[in-house]
T-cell receptor, first 112, second 118 residues
């Protein structure tokens, strides 16, 4: 059973488009939800962290939302750029110990 | 401030050999995590240290894996003997560890060690 699901697995968009990446989780007992970016052959870079008491977080062109009742989080990227091309991962922490459970990621390609 | 570092970046070994991976967390971070991504699968939790103590090792696959964190600073993950299915990318992450616990803390990841067992 996949506890964290990310749809779509891959996405290709032209530069300048706004886009939404989806993350759903089966356990609503969530403490926080973290979005990461991974470039090929590199480690994970934290983008946004939403605590359970929050509904969204914003950083620059990125906005992440959290809806615990429906078990969903979205990452909105405004005015996409080729440099946004990467794999985006969401991970939830439901144990209050920091143990993250990851989705398989969405690989984004932004074409110039 | 230096980020999380991992050594080596790549390791290729034969089945049955031993490999030791090292992680240096961000200075002052009490929490240290190990994760692993095997081919085609999602990243999975292995274990969690708070300072030098193992807080949660529920993700360790079997007793061929041994993790230590001497003095609450760097950590090592030893695989002995290595098997083919151990191939993957091993990530280390750290977080500060506030007095309120780990709630709401960002985890900072290292670049990973790519392990290939032949």
């Amino acid at each position: 059973k996949q506890e964290v699901t990310q749809i779509p697995a891959a996405l290709s968009v032209p530069e300048g488009e706004n886009l939404v990446l989806n993350c759903s989780f089966t356990d609503s007992a969530i403490y926080n939800l973290q979005w990461f970016r991974q470039d090929p052959g590199k480690g994970l870079t934290s983008l946004l962290l939403i605590q359970s008491s929050q509904r969204e977080q914003t950083s620059g062109r990125l906005n992440a939302s959290l809806d615990k009742s429906s078990g969903r989080s979205t990452l909105y990227i405004a005015a996409s750029q080729p440099g946004d091309s990467a794999t985006y991962l969401c991970a939830r922490d439901s144990s209050n110990t920091g143990k993250l459970i990851f989705g398989q990621g969405t690989t984004l390609q932004v074409k110039p | 401030e230096a980020g999380v570092t991992q050594f080596p970046s790549h390791s290729v070994i034969e089945k049955g050999q031993t490999v030791t991976l090292r992680c240096d967390p961000i200075s002052g971070h009490d929490n240290l995590y190990w994760y692993r991504r095997v081919m085609g699968k999602e990243i999975k939790f292995l274990l969690h240290f708070v300072k030098e103590s193992k807080q949660d090792e529920s993700g360790m696959p079997n007793n061929r894996f041994l993790a230590e964190r001497t003095g609450g600073t760097y950590s090592t993950l030893k695989v002995q003997p290595a098997e083919l299915e151990d191939s993957g990318v091993y990530f280390c992450a750290s977080s500060q560890g506030r007095s309120s616990g780990t709630l709401g803390e960002t985890q900072y990841f290292g670049p990973g060690t790519r392990l290939l067992v032949l």
